[in-house]
């Protein structure tokens, strides 16, 4: 009998629940006497920001707010918020918003507790040591980055966005409010929902690693084990039941909350497990669309299922019967088929996009897309199948062109038993 393996990596207090940004304030007086909102001009003028804020000061906190935090988060935003951090001696930071928000958050407190050049830091395993004490607060349902180890910036330098990943980046406190998604826009809502459904996907899917003794402390994202396993299949469940309703209606508050909930899980299946392909491609396919990141991993995401599906044929099938799908008296692999094809048919609803060419790409860039995407090392060694040039090439095509037929191995036919 196979010894079950698992790795959970999360923060050290995670708090669910409508209304639980009530107890931002006595954990951020429990960290630090002076605290740093980091966070985006829109969300620094609701209402509900303000109460948070004033919550923290009554508290007896003293507080400056950052709300220079763009979109897709270009490092040199970053620079006034590490200004600020550093003029008021931050000894606690809360990011408030969405990934970007919240990715902006981790790095500032990474830089306030060890200087340097932010590039030092790109990569697996380059923090050298405790960042300070960090609260997320998200306000979508999306990237899962309050319980994640990893922040991505966009880095001009650079020809495509760039990762940090360390365990040293979960923040101190995670702290998930549904009530605070209530106003989210049908088309942020499905991008960001979108993210979060290929998040617990790829986790669940996954190249699964042999568990020497050694592997928590080699790799950041360590591979499909038991423990993520259980995070990934919930989450899709959740969000596979929600994201459509959320999309339909801002005000359906169970789709709101399964969806949180949902995104929050995949946070913490992904931030052990790792993603993979979609993910790779997704990065060059953003620098040179210009959309957002939900986007492109979403669309590539069921591609990425059907290359993958001889490797994980017994995955796909147990994500069918997650999502809800009629499988009764289906073959393991037509539920495999049939778990690509409701990915798709459930994207496709809510306007994500369905192929490489309709998200903007142009076809003279397929070669620099491959290239690129192989490049990204940390992702593609996670993917159920081994990727070359030949095979990624494969795959990038076929995502342009809308075909995931031609993804298919000549055995595989849908009526295959």
């Not at 209606?249 to 913490?268: H, I, V």
Request: hydrophobic share 45%.
């Amino acid at each position: 009998m196979e010894t079950p393996f698992g790795v959970v990596r999360g923060p050290r207090n995670l708090v669910f629940g409508a209304g639980q940004r009530a107890a931002l304030a006595q954990y951020a007086k429990a960290l630090g006497r002076r605290a740093l909102f980091v966070t985006d001009d829109r969300m620094a003028g609701e209402p509900v920001f303000d109460r948070m804020v004033r919550d923290v000061e009554e508290a007896g906190t003293s507080v400056a707010v950052f709300s220079g935090v763009q979109a897709e988060l270009p490092a040199d935003c970053i620079a006034k918020g590490l200004a600020q951090g550093a003029d008021i001696a931050a000894d606690v930071i809360i990011g408030v918003g969405g990934g970007s928000c919240l990715d902006a958050a981790k790095v500032i407190a990474l830089l306030l507790a060890h200087g340097g050049d932010i590039s030092s830091y790109y990569g697996e395993f380059k923090v050298p040591g405790p960042i300070v004490p960090l609260i997320a607060v998200p306000t979508t349902a999306g990237t899962g980055s309050e319980v994640t180890p990893v922040a991505v910036v966009s880095d001009r330098s650079r020809a495509v966005k760039v990762g940090i990943a360390s365990p040293h980046l979960i923040p101190h406190t995670a702290i998930c409010d549904p009530e605070l998604t209530y106003g989210c826009p049908p088309g942020l809502t499905a991008v960001s929902g979108a993210d979060a459904l290929t998040h617990a996907i790829e986790a669940f899917t996954t190249k699964r690693r042999e568990p020497a003794g050694s592997i928590a402390h080699d790799h950041v994202f360590l591979g499909k084990n038991a423990l993520s396993d259980l995070y990934a299949l919930e989450a899709i469940r959740l969000i596979g039941g929600s994201l459509a309703p959320a999309v339909r209606d801002s005000s359906d508050q169970k789709a709101r909350t399964d969806m949180m909930l949902g995104a929050t899980l995949a946070g913490l299946a992904f931030g052990t497990a790792g993603t993979a392909a979609a993910h790779a491609v997704q990065y060059p396919v953003g620098a040179l669309t210009h959309t957002a990141h939900g986007l492109g991993v979403a669309a590539m995401m069921p591609y990425v299922m059907a290359f993958n599906l001889p490797a994980i044929t017994p995955e796909l099938a147990e994500i069918a019967v997650a999502l809800g799908l009629v499988v009764d008296g289906l073959t393991q692999r037509q539920r495999a088929f049939a778990a690509v094809d409701g990915v798709a048919a459930l994207f496709a609803d809510i306007g994500i996009p369905t192929d490489l060419k309709t998200l903007g790409l142009e076809e003279d860039k397929l070669g620099w897309v491959v290239e690129q995407a192989l490049a990204a090392t940390r992702l593609v060694k996670n993917n159920a199948r081994p990727l070359d040039t030949q095979s990624m090439t494969r795959l990038v095509l076929a995502a342009y062109r809308g075909d995931r037929d031609a993804l298919q191995d000549g055995q595989l036919e849908r009526e295959a038993k």
